[in-house]
């Protein structure tokens, strides 16, 4: 059964006015729903749902669970962005790009899936990226039926085009880690050029730190300018955090402007929540 993580309103009665934007994150165990005012320019809602793996093998049960407990499912919105958040992705430069053969460049890299539903989106930064990704066939056909004018997106493109943004003003090399509840995303950035972009699934603070000693011997990031941004769920009291800080000389927390932000989030960590309100923003 899902649980409701996270619900904050900008109003205890809420609605959605004419031109709000619903944004829904799809993942293997949670689901969030955003919901940006454009007349406001900022956030005024917030779910979170999260739940077992195993749930979603009953995807239609699933998301009508999830859709009975949250206000925002109940109200229809003009047009819904959904981002994919899973592993199945692979970004193309945009001139060696085939939609007819996208199928392939997943299948290459992760082995073929006859259930599952190919995506592409074009990414506008230099160089062009074509991103390709599946969505579950389920998750698909029930997601047309119950959202309007729903359009389909990965995670990693919102990363990568952000990422892409402040790559003049970054330093040389820097590691972005975006912290789920069972799961990290991780992005890294090299003299200006993207070198990795991977989920990596964790149990323990050991595993984290792992993935990322691992990465700076690979990839020899070496530079004292060396930083690591982190945003998502992690507790700056927490072991993992000291950990991160205790093997990485810059540790920066990644938070929002205060104008974007729901007026009743005060008591909460923003960094929390930033990973998926940027897909909003």
Sequence with gaps: MPNKSFSIYSVEDFTVEDNDQLVIEMAKSHIACVVRSETAKAITAYELFSFAEDETLDFPNLFDNVAAQSPILSQRFNSTNVYINN?????????????????????????????ANIQFEHLPIEPGI????????????????????????HTYSNIISRAAYKRP?????????????????????????????????????????????????????????????ISGMIDLDFQLYRELIKYFKHVTVETLPASALIKNISEHPVHYFTPFFNLAL
Aim: aromatic share 16%; charged share 20%; glycine share 2%.
């Design 169 to 229: 003003v970054d330093p040389p090399e820097v590691i972005s880690i975006q912290f789920y509840n069972s799961f990290i995303i991780v992005t890294v950035l090299k003299d200006g050029a993207f070198h990795l972009i991977q989920t990596f699934t964790y149990e323990t603070p050991e595993d984290v730190l792992y993935y990322l000693l691992n990465i700076t011997r690979q990839l020899e990031l070496f530079s004292k300018t060396l930083r690591l941004q």
């Design 87 to 115: 592993e199945f992705c692979v970004p193309v430069p945009i001139f060696k790009f085939n939609k007819e053969i996208a199928a392939e460049y997943l299948s290459l890299v992760f082995g073929e899936d006859a259930s």
């Design 130 to 153: 074509m991103n390709v990704f599946r969505v579950k066939n389920d998750w698909y056909k029930h997601l047309n039926q119950h959202l309007h004018k729903p359009t389909y997106r």
